[in-house]
């Protein structure tokens, strides 16, 4: 629950204190929020005066949804290995997109779009794996077949996202963007709500 909560408070104060102009969920991109600047890059005018707040997000929201499967129970040796390896790089990816802010001023290794592409992988991988468990964490077989639909949509969307990147097409970016995080971290939330309605 944690990890989605962090994430969209986060994005939105970051793209709140961002006015001038006003900071666009559809056209923008995500990682924008976490670009102080002002500056111009990949087409777009970034200038989010709450960058650190958004980027600090960014690495609480992976670490949160690792803390959150580490503690999970009830998974045998392999799903559970699945699982973690999952969070991890899940973690990993949303770790680097915060530490190296996505202004497009690379001299070297793109660590954010490399963290940006392990976070959307395995944010949905994850979701599917843990709405496959769902009888083994104890949640009803409805939220189990939302949570694999969530990820498999986030990874339909990741295939449209990059898609548009690829042909330099524009149009609404930051939505198809938002359709490939959106749904997981969803996911973890209605996942954590449901296994906290359970210990209760």
Known sequence: MASGIIYFTGEFVAAAAWTDPPYSYTHH?????????????????????????????????????????????????GRRAATVISAVVLAVGMVLVGLFPGDGGTDGTDYHGIGAILAFVAG????????????????????????????MFGLLSLVVFGTMVASGAGVLIGLFERGIIYPFLIGFVLAGAALRRRRA
């Open 29 to 77: 991109f995500i990682s924008n929020l976490g670009v102080h600047g002002p500056l111009t890059a990949f087409g777009q005018y970034m200038y989010s005066p709450l960058a650190l707040v958004m980027n600090t997000g960014l690495g609480l929201t992976g670490l949160a949804a690792l803390a959150g499967v580490a503690m999970l129970k009830g998974l045998p040796g």
């Open 124 to 151: 949905n991988v994850l979701v599917i794996l843990l709405g496959r468990a769902y009888r083994l964490l104890g949640m009803s077989s409805g939220l189990g077949r939302l949570l694999t639909m969530s990820g």
